[in-house]
């Protein structure tokens, strides 16, 4: 479990990798919220291509990202949402909240795509 | 030939480790049955909210026991039982809408009952205030073999 976090201008995109449940998430919000406020994106990336797992947990993860970032007027986006993952996130019509990709690209990825924190933590 | 009903049960600590426990343990067990992976997708998400619920709301304070039965009867009919004799829920009926949440500073969506409820055939939740809450969870299950 953990996230890895990527800075590239003024996008911030967060891969989630692993299990996302109550016990993870509060650990995944702590790193995203430090990450944020240290970056101040406008845009704010969550990748969801290596999650595992994930229940309600994740849609709170969500929520609570989509009002961190409404608060500092910037924008949020849920990326590579897995069939199963998609599932859960229907139940909570964060579509209507997040716009949803299937894929993204960092801008100037090569110039200034810098991994500025990878965080993992013990289950 | 009938089949023997198979069933489970274990008991552990409402520790929030023990959520990724419970959805494992349960998958584990129902591996036998040789299920669908979107199905045992469906049952590991209702688990691990129910879990959670006991973690989170039953023993809000403490440390208790939760008890996780699962069976599997004829037709693939799988029951799980997940209990906590914790504090219990004061209106079910409340707790059960969707988006109903007592800790929304903690990032809850309110959503745990919605899912249950999307991903399985049927759930029942039966609650005492003082003496824990009881959700039964249930799903007909088709496995690969039958289907193919």
Redesign the interface.
């Known amino acids: 479990m953990g996230v890895e976090i990527t800075a590239a201008g003024r996008v911030l995109c967060a891969r989630l990798i692993g299990d996302i449940d109550h016990h993870t998430a509060k650990q995944l919000r702590g790193d995203i919220d430090i990450a944020v406020n240290e970056n101040d994106p406008e845009e704010l990336i969550l990748d969801f291509s290596a999650v595992t797992f994930m229940d309600s947990s994740g849609i709170g993860l969500v929520m609570g990202r989509y009002k961190l970032m409404q608060e500092r007027g910037g924008r949020l986006v849920v990326a590579k949402t897995p069939p199963y993952i998609s599932k859960v996130m229907r139940v909570s019509g964060i579509s209507r909240l997040a716009r949803i990709v299937t894929d993204y690209e960092l801008p100037n990825e090569e110039a200034s795509g810098e991994v500025v924190k990878v965080e993992t933590a013990n289950q | 030939m009938k089949r023997q009903i198979n069933e489970m049960k274990v008991v552990f600590p409402s520790l ?2 023990n ?2 426990f419970a ?1 494992i343990a349960v998958s584990g067990f129902l591996s036998f049955t040789d299920p669908q992976v ?1 199905e045992l ?2 049952i ?2 209702a688990v ?2 129910a879990v ?1 619920n006991c ?2 709301h039953g023993y809000p304070d403490s440390i208790g026991k939760i008890e996780l039965c699962v069976k599997v009867a004829q037709e693939g009919r799988v029951y799980i039982r997940i209990s906590d004799k914790g504090c219990g829920i004061e209106d079910v009926k409340k707790a059960m809408e969707p988006l109903f949440t007592t800790r929304p500073e ?4 309110g ?2 009952f ?2 249950m409820e ?2 399985m055939d049927k759930v029942k939740v039966t609650s005492r205030q003082g003496k824990g809450t009881t959700v039964v969870l249930e799903k007909r299950i088709c496995s690969r073999r039958e289907n193919g």
Not at chain 2, 106 to 109: K, L, P
């Open positions: 929030s480790e959520e990724r959805r979107d997708a469906d590991k998400t691990s909210e959670t973690i989170v903690e990032d809850r969506a959503l745990g919605a899912v999307t991903f």
